[in-house]
Structure formats: structure tokens, C-alpha cells
């Protein structure tokens, strides 16, 4: 089993908390697993991203140029990393930000979730980044969504502790999307 | 704290923060750059907790001499940086390598030269196994290529750099440094070297010096020949190597951190479709697993060497296998990670 995920957007949506708690979900699946992060000077406001790999298997490179599944929360991302998304892969658009109209592909699989809607019908939009991760773990069974939950606990810090239940409804609720009509088959996952 | 045999997700330049604290590193001090501020912010909040000492000094220089103060008293004492930084800290290593006195500098390197880019970089291996600063002298070098392994190498880099009173270098590139994977930690260590060669105050014995300076010149080349000898043992005990799949292989490989790491997963590969390819991974620089890459010679058609250099290594497995085979390089600069795929074509090429 090998597969990847780039999760990519704007400084503070919570794109590497999402990628982290993916990496742990899979790391307590006894699954090889590199996570790496975008590094260096960015500004607050500027792009956020990182690389998760799982696999069953030694992880030659954390770095992926072509990505079998990526998740974008805004549109700069969509712009940019949709074109990198290898054909028959899949792609997760945070709608709220980045429209539809802007997405060019026909070969590869998408889903359009109304993210920041969603988390902030739970309570806050601060956890948009993981209805996505929900969306995504549905869709790719990359994880089993009641690991992740249970990895909560390890990956929110202190300081975010308040957001810790709001997190995990987000999870539950960003799958319930995808189970509610947006199931996909074959997601690229080899 | 982690508890030992408890896996956590972490990156490589905490996780080797972790492990210097378990080895019994009591003194740091370094000066931020990316990629690698996270170990000196992990030392900054951690090592006071053990009773160590953390100095964010005003220069990558005044910390390596911090550090050759701190290792004049038998602290076990490291530093860190990024290829710039460790390009500033030359002439203290060659003090420290003179004085003979342990220490352990980590180098999470990136794309040069000049001040280059904060990308991952395997660039400073000249720098790092052929001296770097002036004189003649030798650093261990230690590769690691997973951070697991970092953690490993950083036990084992103390212990070496005590046995020998020399200063151990550990090189990885900064996809290391930043990259997290599942990690293991091994026990604090509990025993104490004894270090009779220590300034610690000279009260009841009489007193000693540690110094660089010989101004005699047969004085001088008394104390190079004793450090050539160290060098010449270190050459004979401490090599480290892994290698994989040598019976019977066509070409065999050779890499170590990054790009190790990125061609076993390529010969994994070629490996399942039928190609005799093997893979010889250094895991000390210094001293250069020269006989072992020796040997393999007598039984492949060729090597390839993959760096993420222009060709830096390469030179060391041509010096062993002494023109009996040819040597082939393929190395990517500037930052530049190769995918797995990129080095199968490689290999594929040169079957």
C-alpha cells in the first residue's frame, strides 16, 4: 500500500495540524509514514503547505511532485497545485474559497466540500481544514476515521485544547458529506 | 517525557535535540538558521530541565568556542547549524580537533554555495570529511537517513567523540532536519566517562594544559604524527556501512543520507522487476568504508554514485575502486530532492 496527500493553503487554516494527524493516524496503523512541511519565511497570510506519505513500505522521499491526492483550502492553492495532481488522482477543494469554475482537470476525481459552511454550522470556521481531512479519509480509507479522532488528543496542543470536540465533529462531519453522495471507488490509492 | 520504546512523530532536528539530552549532552549553544532552529529551540525549553546549559550566542563562532570551553571541563557539549553556519565555525573545529577535545556539531545542510537556499542539500561532504579547517585533521562524519537513525548516530556521535577526544560531525541534509517520522528513543545514559585530561581546577594535582599551539617544529609534527595515528586507528574500528543485494549485482550503488535513502527505495524497485542492482550506503563519511567498496569491486561490472552534489563522494569510491570498474555519477544540486523515479530511469540507464 503506498499513497500521498499534499494539503495546501493560506497560513493559519490548518493545513499542517491536518497533515500531522493524518501522519499520526498512520503511524498508529504500524504504517511507514513521512510527514514535511513547507519551511522557512513565509507571512502570516502566505502559503501554507506539506507532504504526507503512508506506505507499508521503506519511504524512499518525503517529497512528492506529483501528488496522488491533495487537498486545497483556497484558490492560490487550487491554481497551483491542481495541475500537479497525477492523473486518475483526486483532488478536495475547499468550495467556500476557491470556485469551482477555476478547476480544469477532467482526469482526475474531485470533491467539492463546502468547508468553512460546514465548520462554521458546528461552531467555528477554524476547523474547516479538518472537514476536509474527514472528506478525505472517507473518500481514500488512507486511515480509519476513528484512529484519527483518537489522535486528537495527541497533535492539539494545549493552547487549542477548547477546540478539541469542534475538531472532531469536523472530522465526522466532512466524511458524512463525502458518505452522503460523494463516494468515490478508486481513488488512486495503490 | 517520552517514555523508551514509545513511538512519536517528530522531526529530525528535535528528535536529534532529544537523543543528544538522553547522551548526556549538558552544554549547547548555537545561533538560529533555517533549516534547523527547531533543535535549538527543543534545547532552549529542554535542557535546563537536566541541569544543562543553553546559550543562543551572538555568532555560529562564538558558539563552536563556547562549545571548546565547555568540552575543556569534560561536558559532553554540541552545536548545531546549517551549511553557512557550519562554513563559520571552521576554525574551532580545527582547535577542537588540535586540542583533542570532544564535541559533537550536527550540520543539517542545504543548497550552496554562498549563502545558496534553505532547500535540502548533501553539498558539504568535502567540507565536512576532508578536514574543512585548516591543518591537518580529520572529523568523524556520521550520515544518518531517517530520523530514527539521527537518533542513533547522535548516541553513538558522543561516545565516539569521547573515546577519541575528537570532534564528531553529524551530516544530514535539511529534509532531515524537517521532515517528521515515527521515532524510538533509547534510555537516558546513566554512566559517566572519566575524563582525567579535564580542566576542572587544579586543587590537588598538578596542573595541565590543553593548547593548538606548538611553536617547535618538530615539537609540532610530534603532535600532528600522534593525531594521525588516532586518525589511523579511527580508519580501522569505526567504520559503518549497510549494503544490500551485492551477490551477483551488475551495478551496484552507492549513496548515503538523503539520496540513500531515495535510491533504496529505487533499487527496491528494480530489484522486484529481476535487475541485479545493489546498493553500498555509507554510514561513516569518515572514515570511508574505502575496503568494503574495495571489495565489491571485485564482484560488479560498475558503480553509480547518486549525490545530491555535484560530485563529491564520488571521488572517495573511485580512490577505492581504483579504476578497476568504471565509476558513474548522477547527482542533482541547488536543493533539488530526486524522486525514486527519477533514479530508476538512472539505473535503468546503465544496465
Not at chain 1, 20 to 38: D, G, I, Q
Not at chain 2, 153 to 173: E, G, K, M, Q, W
Request: glycine share 10%.
Amino acid at each position: 500500500m503506498y499513497t500521498d496527500l499534499m494539503v495546501s493553503g493560506f497560513g493559519g487554516q490548518g493545513v499542517l495540524i491536518a497533515g500531522r494527524l493524518l501522519s499520526y493516524a498512520a503511524m498508529r496503523e504500524n504504517k511507514h509514514v513521512t510527514f514535511f512541511p513547507a519551511y522557512g519565511p513565509v507571512m502570516r497570510g502566505g502559503e501554507a503547505y506539506c507532504t504526507v506519505v503512508i506506505s507499508t513500505r521503506l519511504i524512499g522521499s518525503p517529497v512528492v511532485r506529483n501528488p496522488l491526492t491533495v487537498i486545497v483550502m483556497n484558490l492560490p492553492s487550487l491554481l497551483s497545485l491542481e495541475p500537479r495532481v497525477k492523473p486518475g488522482g483526486l483532488l478536495i477543494v475547499n468550495a467556500d474559497l476557491a470556485d469551482r469554475s477555476h478547476s480544469r482537470r477532467e482526469d482526475i476525481k474531485k470533491i467539492f466540500v463546502p468547508a468553512n459552511t460546514i465548520a462554521e454550522g458546528i461552531g467555528s470556521g477554524r476547523v474547516a481544514s479538518m472537514v476536509t481531512l474527514g472528506a478525505y479519509i472517507e473518500a481514500t480509507g488512507a486511515v480509519t476515521l476513528q484512529n484519527a479522532i483518537s489522535c486528537l488528543d495527541k497533535i492539539i496542543t494545549e493552547k487549542h485544547r477548547e477546540f478539541l470536540h469542534l475538531d472532531e465533529e469536523a472530522l465526522n462531519k466532512g466524511a458524512e458529506f463525502v458518505r452522503a453522495g460523494h463516494r468515490l471507488q478508486d481513488t488512486g490509492i495503490r | 517525557m517520552i517514555a523508551v520504546g514509545e513511538k512519536v512523530l517528530m522531526r529530525g532536528c528535535e528528535a536529534m535535540a532529544e537523543a543528544a539530552i538522553r547522551a548526556g549532552c549538558r552544554f549547547y549553544a548555537g545561533y538560529p538558521i533555517t533549516p534547523q532552529s527547531e533543535l535549538a529551540e527543543y534545547m532552549a525549553r529542554e535542557l535546563p530541565k537536566y541541569g544543562g546549559v543553553f546559550i543562543q550566542s551572538e555568532s555560529e563562532i562564538a558558539a563552536i568556542n563556547m562549545v571548546l570551553g565547555a568540552s575543556v571541563t569534560g561536558t559532553r557539549a554540541m552545536t548545531s547549524s546549517s551549511s553557512p553556519g557550519i562554513s563559520l565555525k571552521q576554525e574551532g573545529i580545527s582547535y577542537l580537533a588540535a586540542c583533542e577535545l570532544p564535541a559533537v556539531i550536527a550540520n543539517f545542510s542545504r543548497g550552496g554555495p554562498g549563502l545558496g537556499n534553505i532547500a535540502p542539500s548533501d553539498a558539504d561532504y568535502f567540507q565536512a570529511t576532508k578536514g574543512g579547517g585548516h591543518g591537518d585533521y580529520r572529523n568523524i562524519v556520521l550520515a544518518p537517513y531517517s530520523v530514527q537513525e539521527t537518533v542513533e548516530l547522535t548516541h553513538l556521535a558522543f561516545d565516539l567523540a569521547d573515546r577519541y577526544r575528537n570532534p564528531v560531525l553529524i551530516l544530514c541534509s535539511g529534509l532531515i532536519a524537517q521532515m517528521m517520522e515515527p521515532v524510538e528513543f533509547m534510555p537516558f545514559r546513566e554512566e559517566k566517562e572519566e575524563k582525567p585530561w579535564a580542566l576542572r581546577g587544579a586543587r590537588g594535582r598538578p596542573s595541565m594544559v590543553i593548547k593548538s599551539l606548538y611553536l617547535q617544529d618538530v615539537e609540532l609534527e610530534g603532535h600532528d604524527l600522534k593525531l594521525q595515528e588516532k586518525y589511523k586507528e579511527i580508519r580501522e574500528k569505526e567504520v559503518r556501512v549497510e549494503a544490500q543485494h551485492l551477490e551477483g549485482a551488475k551495478l551496484v550503488v552507492v549513496a548515503f543520507g538523503t539520496a540513500a535513502r531515495v535510491a533504496a527505495s529505487a533499487v527496491e524497485e528494480v530489484r522486484e522487476e529481476g535487475l541485479p542492482v545493489g546498493l553500498i550506503r555509507p554510514i561513516t563519511l569518515f572514515p570511508f568504508p574505502t575496503d568494503f567498496i574495495r571489495k565489491a569491486a571485485e564482484g560488479t561490472d560498475r558503480f553509480l554514485v547518486l549525490e545530491l552534489s555535484g560530485g563529491q563522494m564520488v571521488e572517495d569510491v573511485e580512490l577505492a575502486v581504483r579504476g578497476r570498474v568504471p565509476v558513474e555519477f548522477y547527482g542533482r544540486m541547488g536543493g533539488v530532492v530526486p524522486s525514486p523515479e527519477e533514479y530508476l530511469t538512472e539505473i535503468k540507464k546503465r544496465l
